[in-house]
C-alpha cells in the first residue's frame, strides 16, 4: 500500500471517527477510562522529566553565558522561552507519543487479532466511533493541562537547580522569568499541544484498528505507530511555528 492509500485510509477512518455515538452513559464510562489510562497514568513521567530537564536547561544556559557582561537574569529568560516554546510542548508530547501510542496501538490491534472489533461490528456497533473517540477526547482535554504542569515544573526545576549549584541566583532567575513576558508563546504551546494531541490518538489507533496477523503483527504495528506520530509531530511542529510565529 502506497503513503497515498494509507492517508486516503486514515481520513475515511476519521471519517467513521467523527459520529455521534449511540449511547451516551457508555461513551462517558469509556471517556473516563481513557482519562485514567491516557492522561493520568502518564502524569508522573511527565512530572520526573520536565523538573530535571528544566534543571538541565538553566545549568547549560547558565554555563555557555558565563561572562561578566551579561546579566545572570538573561539564564532565567532563556530557560522560560526554551521550555514554553519547545521542550514542554514538543518534547513531553514526543514521550507520550512513545508511551501512549504503543498502548493505543497495542490495546486496539488485539482486539482486531482477536476478533473483538469483528464481534462489535457484527453487532451494528461502530467500533471506530466507540473505540478512537473516546481516545481522541480523552488527549485533546487532558494533555494541555500536563503541558501546562510541565512548563511549571520545569521553569521551578531550572530555579531550584541554579539555587542549588550557585551558579545564579534565584532572585535573578526569577526576574528572568518576568522579562518580556508574551501570552501568546502560551496560546502557541496549546496549539501545538492540541494538534500534536490529536495526532497522538489517532495515528496509532489507525495502526492498530487495520493490523493484520498475529501477535507479531501487532507488536511490528505498534513500533511503526510510535515512529510514524514522532514524524508527523516534528513535521507538523516546523509548520506550526512557520504559520505561528514568523
Not at 561578566?68 to 521542550?87: H, N, W, Y
Not at 487532558?142 to 549549584?165: E, K
Not at 515512529?227 to 511542529?237: E, R
Amino acid at each position: 500500500m502506497t503513503y497515498l492509500e494509507h492517508v486516503g485510509k486514515y481520513f475515511m477512518m476519521l471519517r467513521l471517527v467523527f459520529k455521534r455515538p449511540q449511547k451516551f452513559h457508555i461513551f462517558y464510562t469509556a471517556l473516563m477510562k481513557e482519562i485514567e489510562d491516557l492522561g493520568l497514568k502518564s502524569i508522573g513521567i511527565i512530572m520526573f522529566i520536565s523538573f530535571f530537564i528544566g534543571g538541565v536547561i538553566a545549568l547549560q544556559t547558565a554555563l555557555n553565558l558565563d561572562s561578566p557582561f551579561i546579566p545572570d537574569s538573561l539564564i532565567g529568560f532563556a530557560a522560560k522561552r526554551s521550555i514554553i516554546l519547545e521542550f514542554a510542548p514538543t518534547f513531553c508530547c514526543i514521550i507520550l507519543a512513545g508511551k501512549v501510542g504503543s498502548y493505543i496501538t497495542s490495546s486496539i490491534g488485539a482486539m482486531r487479532v482477536t476478533e473483538q472489533i469483528d464481534a462489535l461490528e457484527v453487532m451494528g456497533i461502530n467500533a471506530l466511533n466507540f473505540l478512537v473517540l473516546p481516545k481522541i477526547l480523552a488527549a485533546l482535554f487532558f494533555y494541555p493541562f500536563l503541558i501546562i504542569l510541565a512548563m511549571v515544573l520545569g521553569i521551578f526545576g531550572g530555579w531550584l537547580a541554579g539555587v542549588a549549584s550557585g551558579l545564579f541566583s534565584g532572585v535573578d532567575y526569577i526576574i528572568g522569568i518576568q522579562t518580556e513576558f508574551n501570552s501568546f508563546l502560551i496560546v502557541y504551546a496549546m496549539i501545538k499541544t492540541l494538534v500534536f494531541s490529536f495526532i497522538i490518538a489517532t495515528v496509532p489507533a489507525y495502526h492498530g484498528y487495520y493490523v493484520k496477523g498475529g501477535s507479531i503483527a501487532v507488536g511490528r504495528a505498534s513500533t511503526q505507530a510510535v515512529v510514524w506520530t514522532t514524524i508527523l509531530i516534528v513535521i507538523s511542529n516546523y509548520i506550526l511555528t512557520q504559520l505561528l510565529l514568523t
